[in-house]
């Protein structure tokens, strides 16, 4: 993968901020497995990093504080395909994913709102004749 990481709109991170590291998958296989670096894992070092908006960079550092190393690194693994090519896509993908969420602005915030008094006195009306139906099956007075 060559080129910068784009995150949202114009915003990108440019690929000398991304760190690449290339190790041999776990799990069963055969030979080849044992000759090739196929699980790629990618890093980003949100902490320092100058191509991000402080103000996404900020909200980043507060979302993703639980994923974070402890100097502020992002790490992404991918070893679910066989080839380091589609693993590298992959750690691109989900890691483009991850600093997308992370950075989006909040939510706009509910406004509350009161529940018509129509709504409400026939939903209250309904539930009587309900309880009136059930109740002239109960065989009482039939005597």
């Known amino acids: 993968m060559s080129g910068p990481l784009l995150i949202r709109g114009s915003v990108s991170v440019p690929e000398a901020e991304l760190e690449w590291r290339f ?3 776990s799990g069963p296989g055969g030979q080849h497995v044992n000759t090739s670096d196929s699980q790629v894992e990618l890093r980003f070092d949100l902490a320092a990093s100058e191509s991000l908006p402080l103000v996404w960079k900020e909200r980043a550092l507060e979302r993703l504080a639980g994923r974070l190393t402890a100097d502020g690194v ?3 693994k991918a070893s679910e395909h066989r080839s380091q090519w589609r ?6 993908t989900r890691m483009t994913a991850i600093l997308a969420q992370a950075t989006a602005p909040p939510p706009k915030a509910r406004r509350p709102t009161k529940i018509p008094r129509g709504i409400n006195e026939r939903r209250l009306r309904v539930k009587k004749q309900r309880g009136q139906t059930k109740k002239g099956r109960s065989g009482e007075g039939w005597d």
């Open 23 to 25: 190790s041999r998958s």
């Open 74 to 76: 992002l790490t992404v």
């Open 87 to 92: 693993n590298r896509e992959a750690a691109v």
